[in-house]
């Protein structure tokens, strides 16, 4: 699976945006060759909003590029903002629960040598995912790479507030260990804000 992540920052209307994904941007989508699905997620006091798609393979996410170009200004136009648009490869996710609008979700951002990714991803499936799937109130994880750059997110989805919190205290317990063969760049604490998956 391949994903490609549309993010807005200082965004200035986010109840908009959310609109214009469901009503403008999601009808686009599901003519697309390839689309696997779309969540949209948000930090409403940092005034961040993000779009999340899925593709079969490479090649249809990247045919895609040119019929969502026009949406993607249209929306930037309604939400305000800074955008960024960032191609990724799905190498890693697990699913306990389906995670819902009003999921919370937790994105750490990473970076790591390139010519390791595939040894640091095996380390991460086989040392963080288990304590990741095993905590309480875990919904989903999903791990994505960028194999030229060594760029890296992990999105993991909660039930609620408290579960993120300690999945969060895990998460900087492993940092400070110092055992991490990635760099922490950034985490995000955000919410699920549209769900669009095909039946």
């Not at 989805?157 to 492993?174: H, I, Q």
């Amino acid at each position: 699976m391949f994903t490609r992540i549309v993010s807005f920052t200082d965004a200035k209307d986010l109840d908009s945006g959310i609109a214009f994904v469901r009503d403008v941007v999601t009808p686009v989508l599901h003519s697309q060759r390839g689309w696997r699905g779309t969540t949209a997620s948000a930090d409403r006091s940092a005034g961040v909003f993000a779009v999340l798609t899925l593709w079969e393979s490479e090649a249809d996410r990247d045919a895609s590029e040119s019929a969502l170009l026009k949406v993607r200004d249209e929306g930037h136009k309604v939400i305000g903002g800074h955008v960024n648009v960032e191609y990724f490869e799905e190498v890693g996710g697990a699913f306990a629960a389906m995670p819902t609008i009003g999921s919370k979700l937790l994105v750490t951002r990473v970076s790591m040598d390139a010519a390791k990714v595939d040894e640091i991803i095996a380390e991460f499936g086989r040392e963080v995912a288990p304590q990741i799937t095993s905590a309480p109130g875990f919904q989903a994880y999903r791990q994505m790479v960028n194999r030229e750059t060594g760029d890296a997110i992990v999105g993991t989805t909660w039930a609620d507030a408290d579960s993120r919190s300690k999945a969060l205290a895990m998460a900087e317990e492993r940092q400070r260990s110092g055992k991490m063969p990635v760099t922490i760049r950034e985490r995000s604490e955000r919410d699920i804000v549209f769900i669009d998956l095909p039946s």
